[in-house]
């Protein structure tokens, strides 16, 4: 593809659709692994799980890498998102396009006319949630000995020690778990309608794929939800 004929696509509709597909499902892979990682504290134990972030810190260049594709996604995501809603919105007050029920097809519900409101709130708590945990005590721009651990010998980050603090104030107890409820809403829509974008328009795979969509995105909601609540009531004591 040269030049012009890339930026018409990243343009077009039909183009902004595909790319806001493709960052989207690269994200559920993200917070599967997330999901899956954090889930090593409840299930292995505080030391498992800061070697497991030891190990992912000892990555070094192929971490930083990785992150930078993470931002390079969350980004275009988040712009495309908010473009396509603009285009709908703009559409919708200069009368362009006559609006008529849904129907079947278009499977259009409360969780897909909310994917500008959840993933704004989605984008905030990720503001908060890297300054609560990547970036606070004892992380990158902020060491502090109190949040040092030895494991099987080796000196490291006690992860552990900050997550099982922050979800004993009810705050976070509580405010994590809403936040990933609207996660899954978010997910419920996003998912099939990544699927819908990539191509798998086929009627008779749309119940499969819709189904699929929701169950996916409730199993990350309560994967991610267990924790926070785990801690609170003594779980981790
Ligand atoms: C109960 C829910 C969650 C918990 C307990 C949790 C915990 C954590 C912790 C402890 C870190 C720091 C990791 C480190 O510094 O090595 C982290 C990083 C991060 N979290 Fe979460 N997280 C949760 C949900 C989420 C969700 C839903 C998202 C996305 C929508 C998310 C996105 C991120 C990102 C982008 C990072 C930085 C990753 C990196 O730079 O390597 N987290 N999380």
Do not use: C
């Not at 200069?94 to 008529?100: A, D, L």
């Not at 949630?129 to 980050?157: C, I, N, Q, W």
């Not at 996003?190 to 996916?216: C, D, E, M």
């Amino acid at each position: 593809m040269n030049t012009t004929k890339r930026q018409s696509f990243i343009k077009s509709p039909v183009g902004k659709k595909i790319l806001t597909g493709i960052t989207g499902l690269g994200l559920v892979i993200f917070v599967i692994e997330h999901m899956s990682g954090n889930l090593i504290l409840m299930l292995e134990g505080s030391d498992a799980y800061n070697a497991y972030a030891h190990f992912l810190e000892g990555l070094g260049p192929i971490l930083y890498l990785l992150e930078l594709g993470l931002l390079a996604f969350f980004v275009f995501h988040i712009v495309l998102g908010i473009n396509i809603w603009l285009g709908k919105r703009r559409a919708r007050t200069h009368r362009y396009v006559k609006y008529r029920s849904a129907g079947k097809p278009s499977m259009q519900s409360p969780s897909s006319r909310s994917m500008i409101i959840t993933g704004g709130i989605l984008l905030v708590f990720l503001v908060i949630h890297l300054v609560s945990f990547k970036f606070g005590p004892g992380g990158p721009l902020h060491a502090d000995p109190a949040y040092v651990t030895t494991v099987k010998g080796e000196v490291m980050r006690d992860l552990s020690k900050l997550v099982l603090e922050k979800f004993h104030h009810p705050a976070y107890a509580f405010g994590y778990p809403i936040v990933m409820l609207l996660l899954g809403v978010h997910l419920r829509h996003g998912i099939w309608s990544a699927f819908q974008s990539l191509g798998a328009t086929n009627p008779r795979l749309t119940p499969g794929l819709y189904a699929l969509g929701g169950l996916l995105a409730l199993l990350i909601a309560l994967g991610f939800l267990v924790l926070p609540l785990w801690i609170y009531f003594g779980g981790a004591a």
